[in-house]
């Protein structure tokens, strides 16, 4: 590590600045003006506005010990592109307000914003503005998403009815468990700085949790097919968390089949290896931001086949009636309630 | 002090949100859903969209030792509603993140909600949705605006050209000067607890620093005239550093009358008390969220006698000139950078 790094002191807030938007460029003809001036300007199409907005902070949603700030940046977009894809929509733009300590640099801010550019690119999406400022502690990120959708093909949380089929996309319980491994790493460095982390066999766990990636895809295959999702979420905070929100939303309970949720063979393995339940892991993990969505019964047809969108119950009118059917047949209610960090 | 105080825990981050929703139902026809969902859903108009965020931080940006919350709330929404303000535009919805330690209560959250309230009947917008997380370090409030403008109507920062007349609204200085009388109080109780707060003669300056209001009345008057002003910017860092950013953007130089800039009496004479210049403080002081402006020489006497304009300077052809012409005639260059909370 021999290259200077350089304070933000040096070049000010407004060098900074300068410096950031040279990364972003204006790209996207939806966007007049980007950073820059008080606001950023978009033009509107036919469409509706989505907007959304996330903030993780240091300590409560991130290490900075094990979490590089490129994946950061790109985690952080990646959670608000989700929210918009959860709404049926195409994300377009986003602005970030960071909170920045002083011991930070320059190169350390790029870095994070390295890896905004490289969600921006993967999402198609453009950043317009944002706020950067200096933080007392830890370090925050803010960021702001605007997407837009069709009036009729938006998906919200309420609109799920009896009989409906429920839908997850992926597979879940892996970024939790990608936590516990790099924990369980960071204590035994803690313990003997020598050692040398083992993530080989845990590579997918770690990059769920790190750099997870939003379902836009899942969305552009929607339309394809012609589904429009009777309601949907993304799952941020855990599946139970997010059944309890759609059930409660729409007026309605759901039956879930333990047998049918889907779960990664190497999440399976950790899930032995640190003896939690893999269920648990499933249904109370959280970030793994893959939708959970309901259809009707007549467009399963169209996507029954696809091979990474998993049937795992069904919707029923009793409301509050919210059970896990378990592989050995008993009925166990959904309580779970997802993250607390307020405890 | 006997009412009792909730912990957030007792309640949930959920129920917390439900509680906040309650405060905040939907009544901007624009808006087609607010809180509750993955994202908010806004009905695009015909004009251009205008999106602004702006993060304060505990520590660094507030003090709570003597900022109450529910001014805090309403000086969050003003400092957003001022950049759309600073674009000519209307304001129209907005999001709030919080991120809050362990330690408030929802009492408190509740109070920084009834201040953004407050401000959301003062300036006639919505608030659409938000974010609520744990902060393992102070209070952080984050809000994202969204405003809308005529597309031939939006005043930037490039606008400015030779000979156009530079204006700034109301008064400049006081709420730095409140910000030195808040500090001095907080001195002088923290060495005796016995001592109460004398503020009375400081009113005017401790409410232009912890309750400042958004010129979104200018706004409204210069479109009922008929002006457009060729350049704009808000006055957050303080008068010199926005003077230079219209000055770099526009590709021209500013020269300013000392004699021109306006003050408060309250202000000047706290000036005065602190062995301050008047002018460092009208120049440097920041956060009056006035707006600063530019017209064109034809436009003058649409506004010449409107009694909250002042007219302070006018626009050269000669880049990086940017000069104050002092009440004794002399010229000193306009250097300063506002502020530099990363030093």
């Keep these: ?99 920045i300590s002083s011991k930070f640099t320059v190169e350390a801010v790029e870095a994070l914003f390295k890896g905004i550019k490289q969600a921006c690119s993967d999402y198609n999406i453009q950043l317009v503005g944002g706020d950067t400022t200096a933080s007392a502690a830890g370090l925050i990120v803010s960021v702001g998403i605007l997407g837009e959708v ?28 990608g936590l516990q491994v790099l924990e369980r790493e960071k204590q035994v460095f803690q313990a003997n700085p020598e050692m040398q982390p083992k993530l080989d066999k845990y590579k997918y766990l770690v990059e769920r949790q790190l750099k997870p990636k939003a379902r836009i895809d899942i969305i552009h295959e929607l339309r394809d097919v012609g589904v429009v999702p009777t309601s949907m979420i993304d799952i941020s905070d855990g599946l139970a968390s997010e059944l309890l929100h759609i059930s409660k939303a729409s007026g309605v309970g759901v039956r879930i089949i333990e047998d049918n949720l889907p779960i990664d063979s190497q999440a399976y393995d950790a899930a032995v290896e640190f003896n939690i339940s893999t269920t648990t892991c499933i249904m109370n993990g959280g970030e793994d931001y893959e939708l959970l969505f309901t259809i009707s019964q007549e467009d399963f047809k169209k996507i029954e086949k696809h091979p990474d969108i998993h049937f795992i119950g069904y919707v029923h009118d009793k409301p509050n009636e919210n059970i896990l059917i378990s592989k050995q047949e008993q009925v166990i209610p959904i309580t779970a309630q997802g993250w607390k960090h307020f405890d």
């Design 1 to 99: 590590m021999s290259k200077e790094l350089t304070q933000i002191s040096e070049i000010g807030e407004f060098g900074l600045i300068d410096r950031i938007s040279k990364l972003f460029p204006v790209e996207d003809e939806g966007t007049a003006l980007g950073i820059g001036d008080d606001a950023a300007v978009i033009v509107p199409s036919e469409k509706d506005i989505l907007w959304s907005t996330d903030m993780l902070n240091e300590g409560i949603h991130f290490d900075l010990t094990y979490t590089p700030l490129q994946h950061l940046g790109y985690k952080a977009v990646s959670a608000n592109v989700s929210d918009i894809a959860a709404m049926n929509g195409i994300p377009k733009q986003i602005t970030v307000s960071l909170g």
């Design 150 to 177: 069709d009036p009729d093909r938006k998906s919200l949380r309420s609109g799920a009815s009896k009989d409906d089929i429920i839908c997850v996309t992926g597979d879940l319980g892996a970024a939790f468990l």
